[in-house]
């Protein structure tokens, strides 16, 4: 098992900005893709940014320009950083994490962090 412990959530105003942290521990042979995922009230939850072991990155729409995904192999950690933040980015943010085992992909996820843009 792997598991995915979330930092850096808040309450920030428009314009503002956060980082989020997410370590990963536990049985890590060697991860895919770590990213983030966001769910709003009411809402599906979300792609947000996306970064494999290795090549490009990959992100959403709505956030291309003010959030930056980055990443430590050697640490098992990915951030985000959050700049320019808008209202509509208020959601529960949610780490993710794949592993190769066994023959099939194993897809892990934090608990979540709230981030709430708000004056």
């Known amino acids: 098992q792997v598991q995915l412990v979330e930092s850096g959530g808040g309450l920030v105003q428009p314009g503002g900005s956060l980082r989020l942290s997410c370590a990963a521990s536990?049985?890590?042979?060697?991860?895919?893709?770590m990213g983030w995922y966001r769910q709003a009230p009411g809402k599906q939850r979300e792609l947000v940014a996306t970064?494999?072991?290795?090549?490009?990155?990959n992100y959403a729409d709505s956030v291309k320009g003010r959030f930056t995904i980055s990443r430590d192999n050697a640490k098992n950690t990915v951030w985000l950083q959050m700049n320019s933040l808008k209202p509509e980015d208020t959601a529960v943010y949610y780490c993710?994490?794949?592993?190769?085992?066994?023959?099939?992909?194993?897809?892990?996820w934090g608990q979540g962090t709230q981030v709430t843009v708000s004056s």
């Open positions: 993710n994490a794949r592993q190769w085992s066994v023959g099939s992909w194993e897809v892990y």
């Open positions: 970064k494999p072991s290795g090549g490009s990155t």
């Open positions: 536990g049985s890590i042979f060697s991860l895919g893709a």
